[in-house]
């Protein structure tokens, strides 16, 4: 299985200001994507990073807001754009391995915004 | 798009009973089934899938059914213990997509 490392794992952040939060994998993986987790919630999916390419988002998010790199195969990063309280919740990067098959999550990124 | 519903959204069994979470899904494409455990302050952890191909598979107490027919997949955990207390996700995605759409999780409580 894929090892994927996050971080930040915790943070507290001011409204208005903005946090990129990396991911690494340690094998190569085929798909990397980002989900958010609302307190209490399910997990909903954010986009999908594209190696060399602009994500895919899904609907309700948009790059403005969530900008995501993927420079090469087994990192990506996201940033979380002028915060405000609402976008308090565990980000969680993901991979699927070589094969396309299961999805592997990393530790999550927990951020509270005050 | 895809939708996941997910049944019961809360729990509560003796400790030695089976529990049974359901999930239904929209997308007739949809060809893989996951379940994931997500106990407090920890990320989901993958405890078994389900590909459409089969019916039915096992892991020790733990089991998973597919009927593809009626678009829906269950959970079933027998004997069931106070570590299984946790929260549980279904999910679905296709092989077109690879995209993972979960449903909206199950809080599990195992009581002594």
């Known amino acids: 299985s894929a090892v994927i490392s996050q971080k930040p794992s915790r943070d507290i952040c001011q409204r208005g200001t903005s946090l990129t939060i990396q991911c690494q994998v340690d094998?190569?993986?085929?798909?990397m994507f980002w989900y958010r987790q609302q307190p209490g919630q399910s997990l909903t999916l954010i986009a999908t990073?594209?190696?060399?390419?602009?994500?895919?988002?899904e609907s309700g998010f948009v790059i403005d807001k969530f900008p995501i790199s993927r420079p090469n195969l087994t990192f990506s990063t996201l940033t979380v754009s002028n915060m405000s309280p609402e976008d308090s919740s565990i980000y969680l990067c993901?991979?699927?391995?070589?094969?396309?098959?299961?999805?592997?999550f990393g530790e999550g990124s927990w951020l509270t915004v005050v | 798009g895809e939708n996941v519903e997910q049944h019961p959204s809360t729990l509560s069994v003796q400790e030695g009973d089976s529990a049974v979470i359901k999930c239904t899904y929209s997308?007739?494409?949809?060809?893989?089934f996951p379940w994931y455990k997500q106990e407090l302050g920890k990320r989901p952890q993958l405890i078994i899938d389900?590909?459409?191909?089969?019916g039915e598979k096992k892991d020790q107490r733990i089991a998973v059914t597919l009927n593809k027919t009626a678009k829906h997949f269950s959970l079933h955990i027998t004997e069931t213990q106070p570590e299984d207390s946790a929260v549980y996700f279904c999910a679905a995605s296709s092989s077109g997509t690879y995209k993972y759409i979960f449903g909206t999780g199950t809080r599990l409580k195992v009581l002594a």
């Open positions: 997308d007739s494409a949809s060809n893989y």
């Open positions: 094998s190569q993986v085929t798909m």
């Open positions: 389900i590909r459409s191909n089969v």
């Open positions: 993901s991979a699927t391995d070589i094969a396309g098959n299961t999805i592997y």
């Open positions: 990073a594209n190696q060399g390419s602009e994500a895919t988002y």
